[in-house]
């Protein structure tokens, strides 16, 4: 899985300022047939393009162009599926 977060072994990283993000706030996996993101118990919470919050740990199947949301609006990523 790829992990983001803040902490410098992530393998998306994200500024150590910011806001609402975690050190190890989601995981990307590929589960042989889908693309999942999952919850790493993070402070702030993971959003996913219809507003729905994540439980921690609890696998979301992603479609391509979903945003996934790391605690507010301000650190996002897209995802592209092809």
């Given at each position: 899985?790829?992990?983001?977060?803040?902490?410098?072994?992530?393998?998306?990283?994200?500024?150590?300022?910011?806001?609402?993000?975690?050190?190890?706030?989601?995981?990307?996996?590929?589960?042989?047939?889908?693309?999942?993101?999952?919850?790493?118990?993070?402070?702030?919470?993971?959003?996913?393009?219809?507003g729905?919050?994540?439980?921690?740990?609890?696998?979301?199947?992603?479609?391509?162009?979903?945003?996934?949301?790391?605690?507010?609006?301000?650190?996002?990523?897209?995802?592209?599926?092809s």
């Amino acid at each position: 899985p790829l992990v983001a977060g803040r902490a410098a072994d992530c393998d998306i990283r994200f500024s150590l300022d910011a806001r609402g993000v975690s050190r190890r706030h989601l995981s990307i996996q590929y589960t042989g047939h889908e693309w999942t993101v999952r919850d790493l118990g993070s402070t702030n919470g993971t959003f996913v393009s219809s507003g729905i919050r994540l439980s921690p740990y609890t696998d979301w199947k992603l479609q391509s162009g979903e945003i996934i949301r790391l605690g507010d609006d301000e650190n996002s990523l897209k995802v592209e599926i092809s």
